[in-house]
């Protein structure tokens, strides 16, 4: 059956924006969340529909174990692998496992929810999954879940959890540091609005980073094993070991668990490039430098034939394209953005490189290049580039704004000729064009219902 994932606080509901023709439930009554004493009964009713312009539709309501994602996200889990003691999928009976639906008239959906005389404490759990069936003409359908989350009245919930694992990403001259925290929830109840602190500090004790996740969208449901992505904000670290301290924190406050774990910088470390731009005019010269000044991009006058917004940000280096053989990407990489096309003028880009960078290249400078991937050619265009030692500085001309990487190469490629698209650029933008222009006539609007 696989996985459906779903998303949103209120609706909790996986929705796709799809193309015209193609059946997008909406439903409303999209979450149970209650309490039921043992041997009582609750109904839960949901009300699905179809819009008025599109086709009849049939649709599916089938009954699931509730699954967890490590992102958090919900997972239906069918019979077999639903093997919680905290699971409700048997305790609730449907009124109907189809239906079929007209355009713009709405049915309901009737769930009955009995819990056993001798349930245990805590929370029960399962989701109600409701999907339509392809029709004619259709090939995708939209798919939502509902949570099912029951408090067992009377009983006493345990909220506990453990930090089962907390672990620190490479690290790497001008990318962030990543940082893992795995928490299984021990309790036998679910809770939400959790947070995860985390705390970097070196060797003598001094906080040298911090950061905290925004409180999680999602129920962390007892027995699952969930994770949070912290990346603290950290200024340039010297060589040496640092530790990091890990919390969970229930909305309340209160922490569920906590760990520390420690890790090696090898070289001084520099954080990736934060967002800087410019605004560049037809008369004026201009440049744009990375708030850290280690990269920078200088426009002669007239490199723009009107007003334009030009953006330097980072880009994660796990996105880049493969460097081209026997070439290799180094450690730096960034992105230039804000025009459609190409630069009227070359403009010179200046990049500091680092360690990471030098060792990427065996020590050797002269095998340092800067280079661009040009999207219309699928390609890495690698350019001759001026080494200076004594600054580290590497220095190269492009009219091409686009995804930059230091490269190790001992030699260049081909690439645009200066101010002048090749020939394959116009028809790569017009197929951009053509692709916009398809994307806006069959876009349809995102719906949500709750």
Request: glycine residues 10%.
């Amino acid at each position: 059956m696989g996985k459906f994932r779903i998303m949103g606080l209120v609706a909790l509901c996986l929705l796709l924006v799809l193309p015209a023709g193609v059946s997008a439930i909406a439903v409303s009554g999209s979450k149970y969340m209650d309490s039921i004493k043992p041997g009582g009964t609750d109904t839960h009713t949901m009300t699905v529909s179809v819009g008025s312009g599109e086709d009849p539709t049939d649709i599916l309501v089938e009954v699931y174990g509730f699954g967890q994602n490590m992102d958090q996200s919900y997972s239906a889990l069918p019979q077999v692998n639903d093997v919680s003691p905290y699971s409700a999928r048997s305790f609730i009976t449907l009124d109907n496992s189809s239906v079929h639906l007209q355009p713009g008239v709405a049915q309901s959906i009737h769930a009955k929810i009995s819990v056993p005389a001798n349930a245990g404490p805590g929370g029960r759990y399962a989701l109600i999954y409701i999907h339509a069936l392809p029709g004619k003409g259709q090939s995708f359908t939209t798919a939502v879940l509902v949570p099912v989350l029951i408090t067992i009245a009377g009983t006493t919930p345990t909220m506990t959890g453990s930090i089962t694992d907390l672990s620190v990403g490479e690290v790497t001259v001008g990318q962030p540091i990543t940082i893992t925290t795995t928490l299984k929830n021990t309790g036998n109840y679910h809770y939400y609005h959790t947070v995860n602190a985390v705390t970097v500090k070196d060797a003598n004790g001094n906080i040298v980073g911090n950061f905290s996740t925004q409180p999680s969208i999602y129920a962390i449901i007892p027995g699952n094993t969930v994770q949070y992505t912290a990346t603290p904000s950290l200024q340039n670290l010297p060589a040496g070991t640092y530790t990091v301290d890990s919390k969970v924190l229930l909305e309340s406050g209160t922490a569920l668990d906590d760990k520390t774990t420690t890790f090696l910088v090898k070289t001084n470390y520099i954080p990736p490039v934060t967002e800087s731009n410019i605004t560049l005019t037809p008369g004026s010269a201009g440049t744009l430098t990375s708030p850290d000044g280690l990269i920078s991009v200088s426009f002669p006058q007239g490199a723009v034939l009107g007003d334009a917004v030009v953006i330097l940000k980072p880009y994660a280096k796990d996105k880049l394209q493969a460097a081209p053989a026997p070439a290799k990407l180094g450690a730096t990489c960034f992105e230039i953005t804000g025009l459609s096309g190409l630069l009227s003028k070359d403009a010179t880009v200046q990049v500091t490189y680092s360690p990471d960078d030098l060792a990427a290249a065996g020590g050797d400078t002269t095998q340092l290049k800067l280079s661009y991937y040009d999207a219309a050619r699928n390609a890495w265009v690698i350019l001759p580039t001026q080494v200076d030692t004594g600054s580290r500085k590497l220095t190269t001309t492009t009219n091409h704004l686009s995804v930059w990487a230091v490269m190790v190469s001992s030699s260049t490629t081909a690439g645009s000729p200066s101010g002048a698209p090749t020939k394959a650029s116009l028809p790569a933008v017009l197929g951009i064009i053509a692709i916009a222009v398809t994307a806006m006539i069959a876009g349809s609007p995102v719906r949500q219902r709750e």
